[in-house]
């Protein structure tokens, strides 16, 4: 015997509508108290986030740093110079796969356009 169903397998929903069942289900769930478990991966992206937000950035000299990442990018002068160690270890122990070159020139298009302040230090 089948079940029919009222929805057509083809119906679209639109964002608003997506929203707003989002807020009902959340709703429910705090009115009967069903706690839902964030996943590992999903914690592991939301900590990233959280630990990147409250970075601390240090005031470094621009023509120090574009130096350091043009002439020791590739294994992360300018990363410790700039006080990223994870990043920097990252880029050291990496550097024959071409990563970190591929990276500093990221992190040299993030620093030029820059504005240093009256002493020529930006903040990295």
Known sequence: MKLKTDKKK???VNFDDYLALQKELDETRQK???EVKEG???R???NFFNKRE?????SVSR?????LALLTGWMGGHRFYARQYPSAILYLLLFWTGFPFAMTLIDLMIAIPKEADE???ILM
């Open 54 to 58: 409250a970075r601390e950035l240090h």
């Open 44 to 46: 592991a992206i939301s």
């Open 10 to 12: 083809d119906e679209k």
């Open 63 to 67: 023509k120090k740093y574009l130096i």
């Open 119 to 121: 002493n020529g230090n």
């Open 32 to 34: 009967y108290g069903v």
């Open 40 to 42: 590992k991966v999903s």
